[in-house]
T-cell receptor, first 115, second 114 residues
Framework: EAGVTQFPSHSVIEKGQTVTLRCDPI?????LYWYRRVMGKEIKFLLH????????ESGMPNNRFLAERTGGTYSTLKVQPAELEDSGVYFC?????????????FGPGTRLTVT | GENVEQHPSTLSVQEGDSAVIKCTYS??????FPWYKQELGKRPQLIID?????GEKKDQRIAVTLNKTAKHFSLHITETQPEDSAVYFC?????????????FGKGTHLIIQP
């Protein structure tokens, strides 16, 4: 089966611009997560979807970040306007079973550089 | 919420020797503990996980041990090989045992010296 895919793999934007990251989870996976790794630090949770519903967005840094999962399939994460501290690698992960801790399958990540 | 501490941040071992990475967690309700391996420029991949109803799990050269009383778990890699070089992350559920997302440790950069 196809794994989790993310687009783009790399994005370089200027401070104040807008960027939209996309994640396609494994087909049939209800859970979709966004994480971020900044400057070689730990992988930090941003938010969690169950199907099309936001289950928990307490990890989102501020209101410049907006995530959507229309129709419960792919998800987008928009940063508007981008700031220098938003640079990092944004990972998406999915898992199949709602309500049960299970292996999360990670995408390859999008490396965002804000200059 | 869960807090996960991981040590050491860097570990260098001779090829063929064993490597041990340790993590502690804070939420006694946590019941699922995965370990992820991230090679340079690649995605994190699950290498082994353990649930709180067992104390140890092995998969070839990799093992994980769990001490629920002390709230710590460890990754053991025996007969290390060059391809084991990577960053390893431990994790625990953000809330108990549900599928609410993971809290990760800060990672251990494992270097296998030839």
């Amino acid at each position: 089966e196809a794994g989790v895919t993310q687009f783009p793999s790399h994005s370089v934007i200027e401070k104040g611009q807008t960027v939209t990251l996309r994640c396609d989870p494994i087909s049939g996976h209800d859970n979709l997560y966004w994480y971020r790794r900044v400057m070689g630090k730990e992988i930090k949770f941003l938010l969690h979807f169950v199907k099309e519903s936001k289950q928990d967005e307490s990890g989102m840094p501020n209101n410049r970040f907006l995530a959507e999962r229309t129709g419960g399939t792919y998800s987008t994460l928009k940063v508007q306007p981008a700031e220098l501290e938003d640079s990092g690698v944004y990972f998406c992960a999915s898992s199949p079973t709602a309500g049960l801790a299970h292996e999360q399958y990670f995408g390859p990540g999008t490396r965002l550089t804000v200059t | 919420g869960e807090n996960v501490e991981q040590h050491p941040s860097t570990l260098s071992v001779q090829e063929g020797d064993s490597a041990v990475i340790k993590c502690t967690y804070s939420d006694s309700a946590s019941n699922y503990f995965p370990w992820y391996k991230q090679e340079l420029g690649k995605r994190p991949q699950l290498i082994i996980d353990i649930r709180s109803n067992v104390g140890e799990k092995k998969d070839q050269r990799i093992a994980v041990t769990l001490n629920k009383t002390a709230k710590h778990f460890s990754l053991h890699i025996t007969e290390t090989q060059p391809e084991d070089s990577a960053v390893y992350f431990c994790a625990a559920p953000r809330s108990g045992g549900g599928a609410d997302g993971l809290t990760f440790g800060k990672g251990t950069h494992l270097i296998i010296q030839p």
